[in-house]
């Protein structure tokens, strides 16, 4: 079965500084990888997300995120943080099953934005 | 463009109580996924479901949790006698049907049960 480990519950970082967001999986064959982010009292948004080729994807707001075969990691980053960019994160392992995909999630990462 | 609705947004049960959630997916999708997500935790998954079908419900509790997707109508997550531990959110998700391409599942805004 597969798993997703998010080492940090919290992390705190100030306004224009770089972020990374740590994200480990596991599972028994190619990973469907996504980075959703959540909003106090607001549904999950799809930040980026992994399917095969280029390791290093692009997503909305600026954020990015690497795949790391060897190290079984997804890591998010962003140069530089707003303030907007405080919310929850969380990381996902797709498993593609008989013509459906069910989710993994990670517990998530709070990221506090200082000024 | 409306993504996938859930209603309501929040919704208070006394212990014992019958809580009916709603799901309706975006136009287009036709498979349907229910999470919960207990305080401080990750997103689990519940039960997958297409219309008229349980696909997959190996998240679910074995009891007093069902769900259904009709031939007309949203999806509806139902939860019988509830006790303080069903507070969470509880998430709906849609996709269109993929075969065996993998496809995005888009999230609702959630439904927040409290019980008293």
């Known amino acids: 079965a597969q798993s997703v480990t998010q080492p940090d519950i919290h992390i705190t970082v100030s306004e224009g500084a770089s972020l990374e967001l740590r994200c480990n999986y596991s599972?028994?064959?190619?990973?469907?990888l996504f980075w959703y982010v959540q909003s106090p009292g607001q549904g999950l948004q799809l930040l980026l997300k992994?399917?095969?080729?280029?390791?290093l994807v692009q997503g909305i707001k600026g954020f990015e995120a690497e795949f790391k075969r060897s190290q079984s990691s997804f890591n998010l980053r962003k140069p530089s943080v707003h303030w907007s960019d405080a919310a929850e994160y969380f990381c996902?392992?797709?498993?593609?099953?008989?013509?459906?995909?069910?989710?993994?999630f990670g517990k998530g990462t709070m990221l506090l934005v200082s000024p | 463009n409306a993504g996938v609705m859930q209603n309501p947004r929040h919704l208070v049960r006394r212990r014992g109580q019958e809580a009916r959630l709603r799901c309706s997916p975006m136009k287009g999708h036709s498979h349907v996924y229910w999470y919960r997500q207990l305080p401080e935790e990750g997103l689990k998954f519940m039960v997958y479901?297409?219309?008229?079908?349980?696909?997959?419900e190996s998240g679910m509790p074995k009891e007093r949790f069902s769900a259904e997707f009709p031939k007309e109508g949203p999806s509806i997550l139902r939860i019988q006698q509830v006790v303080r531990g069903d507070s969470a959110a509880y998430f709906c998700?849609?996709?269109?049907?993929?075969?065996?391409?993998?496809?995005?599942?888009?999230f609702g805004d959630g439904t927040r049960l409290s019980i008293l």
């Open positions: 998700a849609s996709s269109p049907p993929g075969g065996e391409r993998y496809q995005p599942q888009h």
């Open positions: 599972y028994g064959a190619t990973p469907y």
């Open positions: 479901l297409q219309k008229e079908n349980i696909i997959d």
């Open positions: 996902a392992v797709g498993a593609l099953n008989s013509g459906y995909s069910t989710l993994t």
């Open positions: 992994y399917f095969s080729g280029d390791t």
